[in-house]
């Protein structure tokens, strides 16, 4: 009984906090949907300091399709966990619609991950045991959402993504392809701001890379902001644009000198 009131008790707090969070971002519909300035991000490890990033600046307009190409050591990674407000820079701004996030609290911070921003990742991060309308729910389960609008929501984002006969299938009954696109809905769910793809068709053969691929083009053609880190330049060259970063610093450059390399 005291660990039910426990829960309980616990329950409450997170939704009370999550009243208290204001909502942010709505912004000004002309501004960009982020902009970095002179972002830098430092690591220590004991006496030694290592610069990941060192003044990074971009901007991304709504509705734009971006692609950051760099190779392993780059700073894509960290650059990816900084636009997607999993870290905060060192030095320097990051604003997101118009919102300074670097200033935000970590509570703030996980406001803004689960409903402005739509992950998609490499690896695509099912619950084997749920079907996929269960696995695209998920999201809003941590927004406060109702069971019956949950429900309601997941299915017609797996039908946004062509998934809508295949609601009730758990991820093994799924190609990878069709689990990636799972992954898309679930980003989907909660209309984001921004979709952030990390390296999505990294576990994907060539077939199931051009069907994800293609779903992109279609959200990109609806409105949908998209931002894709890859070292691919294949995938980089499906966006709209491509930004180069190399040594931690965005290098005009690399997208061009890639392609001469292949």
Request: glycine letters at 8%.
């Amino acid at each position: 009984r005291h660990r039910q009131w426990r829960l309980r008790r616990s329950s409450v707090r997170r939704r009370r906090n999550q009243r208290m969070i204001a909502l942010p971002l709505p912004g000004d519909p002309t501004s960009p949907i982020l902009r970095l300035v002179n972002v830098s991000k430092m690591y220590s490890t004991g006496s030694v300091e290592v610069e990941a990033l060192h003044g990074v600046s971009m901007e991304v307009a709504r509705g734009e399709y971006v692609a950051i190409m760099g190779p392993s050591g780059s700073g894509k990674s960290t650059l990816m966990h900084i636009v997607g407000c999993l870290d905060v820079p060192t030095t320097g701004s990051y604003d997101l619609a118009g919102e300074d996030v670097s200033t935000m609290s970590e509570d703030a911070l996980a406001v803004v991950r689960n409903r402005q921003i739509g992950f998609v990742f490499q690896k695509f991060n099912l619950l084997a045991s749920l079907p996929a309308w269960r696995n695209v729910e998920l999201p809003l389960c941590y927004s406060g959402v109702g069971r019956a609008e949950r429900k309601e929501r997941a299915v017609k984002a797996l039908a946004r993504v062509g998934l809508g006969d295949r609601v009730d299938h758990r991820p093994g009954e799924l190609s990878g392809g069709q689990q990636q696109r799972v992954a898309v809905a679930r980003a989907l769910v909660t209309d984001p701001a921004l979709i952030l793809a990390d390296e999505p068709t990294g576990n994907l053969d060539s077939h199931s890379t051009a069907d994800v691929l293609r779903l992109f083009a279609e959200l990109h053609d609806q409105g949908r902001t998209i931002v894709l880190i890859t070292h691919e330049h294949d995938v980089a060259q499906s966006a709209q644009r491509i930004v180069g970063i190399l040594d931690g610093q965005i290098d005009s450059a690399l997208p061009s000198s890639l392609a001469s390399v292949r």
